[in-house]
């Protein structure tokens, strides 16, 4: 059997693996000049990577450790010692740990009805949900304008760009109740230790697909961009930019907008994306500094700010020392304007905005911005964000095969949505739709 895998990320190419170890002939297309997708490695310093794109994973993210103990990489902690910054309501303040200096009885209120709403979700298939229709009808928005109180308000839209780099106008509540429960619940979600910001991969999570890929050799082309996937009673035929390939099945690991951009011929049934679905809004800055400095005012690099453009930040230092890396979210509607200016103009704004929240950092050593919104092969990160009417037009059809076509990806996956790990489970799902006589279980065996 020959297989044809369009796009290049953790996805496809675990998608890609699991064929191979099937025993199926498999070729891996992808339209950038690089694998991985929205997992994205800078070098911000000779030998210090970053992650630009999917960073974070916790003790929960089973198919990822397992997938990074064969590749032979390790994971070090999130380092979260010292105080925070946040800058809510007036001037900027210290606090000890990460709770904002907001109302916590308010807060509490917020994710307690967050909770309540995440629980209520059948995950398995959310448009199935009691209630689906109403809760898929109203945006992220509408919901907090009718049952939040002042402070939550303020922090509801912080709290929303951080967990989904989502503006609440742009999700439907289905889809942020799904979004929380699929990660595992707020409280994991949320937290570093003990939570899915634990851990990040030393030396970058980019590596994971590049070792995935090394493992395929020259079944992976690069800078092939597909464009339509035409089938007929024998087989499929996957035309790109440089030509056509055949093969018995194709499987599609790329985000919902991206995938119902290309040609089917006979056409889909149902599209998998509407005009409301949304691409992740999310900027991803690094900004290099000669060593961590805000460490030695008892600071952990922490920060949560109300006013744009860097709504968050986080210490992304080398685990071994060396450079001092803070990593800037900008998400949401922040993230939109942001992405619109000149890149002087952008580090301008969030240098300027880390001197203010950080005091006695010098002139940092280097900048990167990474734009994930017009990012023409990603359509958006951390994953598309569905909108009202999303979940209960398109839901059904998200995994459903068509004919010869199946679909991978992280927004396919009911378990970790637009994580790392639910990219994994589901090229390990399609991989087992895709391979004769195959089920989950054997696939282990194969392992």
Known sequence: MRVIV?????????????????????????A???????MHGIEVAEGDWVDAGAAYLG??????????????????????????????????ETRAGRFPPLS?????????????????????APWRTADAERLDS??????????????????????????MAADPADVSVLHMAFYLNSGGG?????????????????GGAHQLCEHLAARLGDKVRLNEAVRAVHQDADGVTVVSDRGRERADRAVIALPPLLADSL?????????????RTAPGCAVKLHLVYPGPVWREHGLSGWSVSADGPLLSTVDDSPWEGGVGVLTGFVTGREARTFAELPTADQRAAAVEQASRMFPGLPEPIGFHATDWINEEFSRGCYAALFGPGDWVANGPHLITPHQRVHWAGTETSTEFF??????????????????????????????
């Open 6 to 30: 369009v796009g290049g990320g953790l996805a496809g190419l675990t998608a890609a693996n699991e064929l191979v170890a099937g025993g199926a002939d498999v070729l891996v297309l992808e």
């Open 32 to 38: 950038r000049d690089r694998v991985g997708g929205r």
């Open 59 to 92: 003790d929960r993210h089973t198919e990822l450790l397992r997938l990074l103990a064969e590749c032979g990489l390790k994971t070090v902690p999130t380092t979260m010692e010292g105080a925070s910054r946040f800058a809510l309501k007036s001037g900027e």
């Open 104 to 124: 916590a009885v308010q807060l509490g209120e917020m994710f307690d009805l967050l909770a309540e709403l995440a629980d209520s979700v059948r995950t398995e």
């Open 138 to 163: 109203m945006t992220a928005a509408q919901w907090a304008e009718e049952n939040l109180k002042p402070d939550a308000k303020l922090f509801f839209p912080l709290f929303l760009g951080e967990m």
């Open 186 to 202: 707020i409280r994991f979600l949320n937290a570093f230790e003990g939570g899915a910001q634990a851990e990040r991969v030393h």
């Open 263 to 275: 040609d089917y011929q006979p056409a889909l049934p149902a599209r998998r994306s509407s005009s």
């Open 418 to 447: 637009g994580l790392m790990e639910g990219a994994i489970r589901s090229g390990l799902r399609a991989a087992a739709e895709v391979l004769p006589n195959t089920d989950t279980a054997s696939l282990e065996e194969s392992r």
